[in-house]
């Protein structure tokens, strides 16, 4: 598996540098200036794409609906593959999780963006391979299923590497809001391998084995500690709906196996958490102290707090909403060429 050895440092945007940022982002990557992507002024928990699309406008592949799981009891599970298809060495995979609390959502959705698939293709045409995956929610099964269902499409996807022209030694795990503590959890996976049963300092669950770590995360509007930042919070009631203890006191031991921050050890792969410095759903101290637990376990992440705006990086007005969506998304893309491209 692919490290990055670059030392990530912490740090954080002001709005009078956006046009420099994006301009060292477009140089660093060698690559086109972003389009402009559509944003609203709330979430946007829809499917923008026809049934079974192949292609996309702007020309990229798209494998839709693609079953990576059939379990007893449930309905199969989909992703969609952005990307693939085509002649060329294999491709970095980026494995995105989408958000909605557990118990809603979509892969085609994240944040405002009105058209999310265009985000992921644009991705994909920086040479990488696109995975948007679903997983159960908390309506159709507790925790760790919906882990368990993430654990399963990258076996499904290191399976089926050679198929769809994947690298399956390179890969990065990216979620938004609780797609982002899904990755954190995943990403937690290869340091659990690692360290020795007799060292762990809190309950977690068992790791899971062949082809399941992951070579980078990005997280965006994460939820990294269920008990809130300071960790003696009361679990909001997605996080009951998700742990099944809406009619009795959740256990701290199923609190803390569903906690990024608490499943922190040496051996994570490197991370980059944005996080909207006015959101009062999710707060910002949810990245900034997680980043902090992983910086003293030796992991190296880089936090961007993008100011003005909440959750999902919307802010008072759509140019500011737009701003911040459009220096997520070159963030992040900074981050998977140095973490996972060798060119």
Not at 293 to 313: D, M, S
């Amino acid at each position: 598996m692919l490290r990055s050895p670059r030392s990530l440092r912490r740090c954080q945007l002001i709005p009078a540098a956006v046009v420099a940022f994006l301009a060292i982002v477009g140089m660093a990557s060698g690559k086109d200036a972003l389009p402009d992507f559509a944003v609203a002024d709330t979430l946007q928990p829809r499917d923008p794409l026809s049934p079974h699309p192949r292609l996309l406008p702007d020309g990229t592949p798209l494998l839709a609906d693609v079953k990576y799981a059939t379990i007893d009891g449930y309905r199969p599970l989909r992703l969609d593959l952005y990307g693939v298809g085509g002649s060329g060495p294999p491709r970095p995979l980026v494995v995105f999780l989408h958000g909605g609390g557990w118990y809603t959502g979509t892969p085609r959705s994240a944040g405002a963006f009105t058209n999310f698939p265009a985000v992921l293709s644009t991705i994909a045409n920086r040479g990488y391979a696109v995975a948007a995956v679903e997983y159960r929610l908390s309506g159709e099964a507790r925790f760790p299923a919906q882990l368990d269902d993430v654990r399963e499409a990258l076996r499904f996807l290191a399976a089926n590497a050679a198929r769809f022209g994947i690298d399956a030694d390179r890969v990065a795990v990216w979620g938004a809001s609780s797609g982002a503590n899904l990755a954190a959890l995943t990403a937690s996976d290869c340091a659990a391998a690692a360290t020795p049963p007799a060292a762990a300092a809190s309950p977690r669950l068992q790791p899971a084995p062949d082809r399941t770590c992951v070579d980078a995360l990005v997280g965006w509007f994460g939820a990294y500690r269920l008990t809130g930042v300071d960790g003696n919070e009361a679990p909001k009631s997605s996080t009951l709906a998700l742990l099944g203890c809406t009619d009795a006191p959740c256990d701290p031991q199923a609190l803390a196996a569903a906690s990024p921050y608490d499943q922190v050890r040496p051996g994570a792969p490197p991370m980059l958490l944005l996080h909207g410095g006015a959101d009062v759903q999710t707060p910002a101290g949810q990245s900034t102290r997680y980043a902090d637990r992983l910086r003293e376990a030796g992991t190296a992440v880089e936090v961007v707090l993008l100011p003005e705006v909440g959750h999902g990086f919307i802010g008072a007005t759509p140019a500011v909403t737009l701003e911040a969506s459009q220096r997520a998304v070159a963030a992040t893309l900074d981050f998977l060429d140095r973490t996972l491209r060798r060119d």
